[in-house]
C-alpha cells in the first residue's frame, strides 16, 4: 500500500477543489446578497436560509433538478436564474462541501 498518492487520486482532488471554487463563486455572486454562503454568519435576507444549514430539510444534491429548470422556490422573492450543467454540480459540491453535522 502506497502513502503518496497516485496521479489519478491528485487528479480527483483537483477537480473536486476546483469544482468547490467555481461553486462559491457562483454562490458569491449570484446568492450572497440573500444567503449566508460560508460556514458561519447569518443570512442578509430574513427568509434565506445559511447556505451551511440546506441538509436539514433535503439533501443537497436534490436541488440538482430544480436548479436545471430555474429554480423558483426558497423565499418569495428569490429571483429566477439558469445554470449549466457544470455550474449547478459545482455550486452543489460547494454546498455539500459546507454542510453542518447533523446532531444525532
Known sequence: MS???????????F?????VKVGK?????RCSTCHAIGPTGSSPH?????FRQLSENYPVRNLEEAL???????????????LSPYEIDALI??????????PA
Open 3 to 13: 502513502v503518496v498518492p497516485s496521479a489519478e487520486e491528485d487528479g480527483e482532488e
Open 15 to 19: 477537480a473536486y477543489d476546483s469544482k
Open 25 to 29: 463563486l457562483i454562490a458569491e455572486t
Open 46 to 50: 430574513q427568509d434565506a436560509k445559511p
Open 68 to 82: 436545471a429548470e430555474g429554480i423558483v422556490v426558497g423565499h418569495p422573492d428569490m429571483p429566477m436564474f439558469v
Open 93 to 102: 459540491t460547494y454546498l455539500e462541501s459546507i454542510q453542518e453535522p447533523h
